[in-house]
């Protein structure tokens, strides 16, 4: 019998005009394999074990910065007799894309990176836990300019990540230039969540990345679990809870807004994908 790992689609804050929810976590027996659509990153603040992402295991200790992309499986392991404190931060994908290329993110996970954890030691340890100890701070209390300090102190904290990555990555720039010219499904679904509001198909994806139309749509299964169009709808859906949470758009304007050309087939394709309809979605929501 074949084991398929859980596969997380929500946390708390999701559905919402800023889609990023950090929490401090205490593992005394680990954590089940699983993946998720969305992007998480951890830092351990005491205890041991280890954690597998996509087969590879790396150890986990105080300091160990792991950083897991959408779609990989993983599961956290604590040593006996330990408990492992995280902290905890989950967020969409679409917090990378800014529209300012000079404060964009997404190279963190546009190509192959050397590794998907590191160790810090000393200050550097002092000024990473300092910084989420912050941004843990910010995200509880609701101050003026929440969102904006929020989205400087995510920037901060991954790119902090990425430059300690690369000053420990034993390779060189020629190294890290061969990776990146590596083939990579990353560019295609980012082209997917750039895109989704227009009428996207897997012929015109195929084109796009001179790719044939059988081997990408076995390239998006392989990452996503998903089928293409499973995928997409997962995509425009994600988008419409964050309208319908966050704004007065009308249900027919949000439709059109994330790419459905009918109120009824934006609504059906809701009603399959949450179990109930926009309009009492967005009541829940408000109550």
Same mark, same amino acid.
């Given at each position: 019998m074949?084991?398929?790992?859980?596969?997380l &689609?929500?946390y708390?804050?999701?559905?919402?005009?800023?889609? /990023?929810h950090i929490?401090?976590n205490? =593992? +005394?027996?680990g954590?089940?394999?699983?993946?998720h659509d969305?992007?998480?990153?951890?830092?351990? *603040?005491?205890g041991?074990? @280890?954690?597998?992402? %996509?087969?590879?295991q790396h150890?986990m200790q105080?300091?160990?910065f792991?950083?897991?992309?959408? $779609?990989q499986? !993983?599961?956290?392991?604590t040593d006996p007799?330990q408990?492992?404190v995280l902290i905890? @931060?989950?967020? %969409?994908?679409?917090?990378?894309?800014? +529209?300012n290329k000079?404060v964009s993110?997404f190279?963190? *996970?546009d190509?192959?990176?050397p590794?998907s954890?590191?160790q810090?030691?000393?200050?550097? !340890?002092?000024?990473m =836990?300092?910084?989420?100890e912050n941004?843990l &701070?910010?995200?509880?209390?609701n101050?003026?300019?929440k969102? #904006?300090?929020?989205q400087?102190r995510l920037?901060?904290v991954?790119?902090?990540?990425d430059r300690?990555r +690369?000053?420990h !990555?034993?390779?060189?720039? %020629? #190294?890290i230039r061969q990776?990146?010219s590596k083939?990579?499904?990353w560019?295609?679904i980012?082209?997917?969540h750039q895109n989704?509001?227009?009428? /996207?198909?897997l012929?015109e994806? #195929? %084109?796009?990345?001179?790719i044939s139309?059988?081997?990408?749509?076995?390239?998006i &299964?392989e990452?996503?679990?998903?089928?293409f169009?499973?995928f997409? !709808?997962d995509?425009?859906?994600r988008?419409? @809870?964050?309208?319908?949470a966050?704004?007065?758009?009308?249900?027919?304007?949000? #439709?059109?807004e994330?790419g $459905?050309?009918?109120f009824?087939t934006?609504?059906r394709?809701?009603?399959d994908t949450k179990?109930?309809v926009?309009k009492?979605?967005?009541? +829940?929501k408000?109550?």
């Amino acid at each position: 019998m074949t084991y398929i790992p859980d596969y997380l &689609k929500y946390y708390p804050n999701k559905d919402s005009s800023y889609p /990023l929810h950090i929490s401090k976590n205490e =593992l +005394q027996h680990g954590f089940r394999a699983h993946r998720h659509d969305f992007l998480e990153f951890s830092y351990v *603040i005491s205890g041991s074990g @280890c954690e597998v992402i %996509n087969g590879i295991q790396h150890q986990m200790q105080p300091g160990t910065f792991t950083f897991v992309l959408p $779609y990989q499986i !993983h599961e956290i392991f604590t040593d006996p007799g330990q408990t492992l404190v995280l902290i905890n @931060c989950n967020f %969409n994908m679409e917090l990378l894309m800014e +529209q300012n290329k000079e404060v964009s993110l997404f190279s963190l *996970i546009d190509r192959e990176q050397p590794t998907s954890h590191i160790q810090l030691q000393h200050d550097d !340890h002092r000024y990473m =836990l300092q910084l989420l100890e912050n941004m843990l &701070k910010e995200y509880n209390e609701n101050n003026r300019w929440k969102t #904006a300090l929020l989205q400087a102190r995510l920037m901060e904290v991954l790119i902090t990540f990425d430059r300690i990555r +690369q000053q420990h !990555h034993d390779g060189s720039t %020629n #190294a890290i230039r061969q990776t990146e010219s590596k083939s990579s499904v990353w560019p295609i679904i980012y082209y997917i969540h750039q895109n989704y509001q227009e009428p /996207l198909t897997l012929t015109e994806l #195929a %084109n796009r990345f001179s790719i044939s139309l059988s081997r990408i749509s076995e390239i998006i &299964k392989e990452t996503t679990g998903q089928s293409f169009v499973p995928f997409l !709808h997962d995509v425009r859906i994600r988008h419409a @809870c964050s309208l319908l949470a966050s704004t007065d758009m009308s249900i027919t304007e949000i #439709a059109l807004e994330v790419g $459905y050309g009918s109120f009824q087939t934006f609504s059906r394709v809701f009603r399959d994908t949450k179990g109930i309809v926009p309009k009492d979605y967005r009541r +829940q929501k408000n109550n």
